[in-house]
C-alpha cells in the first residue's frame, strides 16, 4: 500500500488540533500525519506530544523556534517526508477549513486517476465557501482570476492550500529556491508543478471558515501575492532555460 503523509502546520490551534488530528485517523484510508509546530504559546504541540502515545508511529511533531511564516513550515515538512519512503505528501489547515474526508478524494485523484497534483479547489464548480463575508469571498475568487490570468495556468484555485502532490514533484521542484512564505507561497508551489509540465487536477470541494481560533490573513501577506506572482512570472520568462532558478 502506498504511504501518505498529511503535513498540517500549526500556530495556536490547540483548540482544533486533538479533534482535527482524530478525525483524519477515523478515515478509512491510513495516512500519517506530520505537525509542523511554531512554537505555539497555546501549548498545541503538548497536545500533539500527548496523542502520540495513543497514535504510535502514525503521529509525528516537528517542532520550530519561532513563527516564520508558512511557506517555510511546509517545506520544513516536505523535506522531512521527501527523506521517508512517502509516495504522497498532503498539505492541509489546521482549523477544519478543510474537510478531513476529502483527504481520500485527493488521494484517489493521484493514485487512482494518476494526476501528480490534485487541488481541493474551492472554485472549480462555482463558489464553494461556507462562513467568509462576501467582500473575503470576492477578494479571494478575484486573487486566483488574477494568478490564472497573469501565470497562464489553467487552475480555477489557484491560492488553495488543500494539495496532495506525489513525491516526484516535490523531488523535482528545489524546495530551497521556494521565495515567498505566506499567501503566495500556494501559488509558487502550484506554478513550478505547471513549468515542469506535471499533470494537476483539481478537485470540488467545500471550504469551510474556521470556527475556533484566529485567522493568520493579514495585508502583507495579500501584498506578497500580488507582487510576487508578477515578479514570479517575469522570472519565468528571461529564466525559462533554468527551471531550478525560477
Known amino acids: 500500500m502506498p504511504k501518505a503523509v498529511v503535513v498540517i502546520p500549526t500556530y495556536n490551534e490547540n483548540e482544533n488540533i ?19 509546530d511554531d ?18 508511529d502514525t503521529l509525528f511533531l516537528l517542532n520550530r523556534k519561532e513563527k516564520a511564516g508558512l511557506g517555510t513550515a511546509y517545506i520544513a515538512g ?14 492541509m489547515d489546521a482549523d477544519f477549513s478543510h474537510n478531513p474526508n476529502d483527504l481520500i478524494r485527493l488521494f484517489n ?10 487541488i481541493g479547489s474551492r472554485y472549480v464548480k462555482g463558489v464553494n465557501v ?19 490570468l497573469i501565470t497562464g495556468m489553467d487552475i480555477y ?10 513525491r516526484k514533484v516535490l523531488e523535482k521542484i528545489n524546495l530551497d529556491k521556494i521565495q515567498f512564505v505566506g499567501y503566495a507561497f500556494q501559488i509558487e508551489m502550484k506554478f513550478k ?3 515542469a509540465n506535471f499533470k494537476i487536477t483539481e478537485v470540488p470541494v467545500i471550504f469551510t471558515d474556521r470556527t475556533r481560533g484566529e485567522s493568520k490573513m493579514s495585508g502583507g501577506i495579500i501584498s506578497e501575492a500580488i507582487f510576487g506572482v508578477l515578479k514570479m512570472k517575469l522570472k519565468s520568462i528571461f529564466g525559462k532555460n533554468n527551471f531550478n532558478e525560477i
Open 39 to 56: 512554537n505555539s504559546p497555546d501549548g498545541t504541540a503538548e497536545t500533539v506530544r500527548n496523542l502520540q502515545t495513543e497514535y504510535k
Open 109 to 118: 485523484a493521484c493514485h487512482r486517476d494518476e494526476a501528480d497534483m490534485s
Open 157 to 166: 484555485d489557484t491560492t488553495a492550500g488543500f494539495v496532495c502532490y506525489r
Open 130 to 148: 461556507v462562513n467568509w463575508p462576501m467582500s473575503r469571498v470576492l477578494m479571494s475568487w478575484v486573487a486566483s482570476k488574477y494568478v490564472r
Open 18 to 36: 486533538a479533534r482535527l488530528l482524530r478525525n483524519v485517523f477515523a478515515l478509512q484510508r491510513s495516512f500519517d500525519i506530520l505537525v509542523v
Open 193 to 195: 508543478a505547471y513549468l
Open 78 to 91: 516536505f523535506k522531512w517526508a521527501l527523506a521517508r519512503e512517502y509516495d504522497y505528501v498532503f498539505e
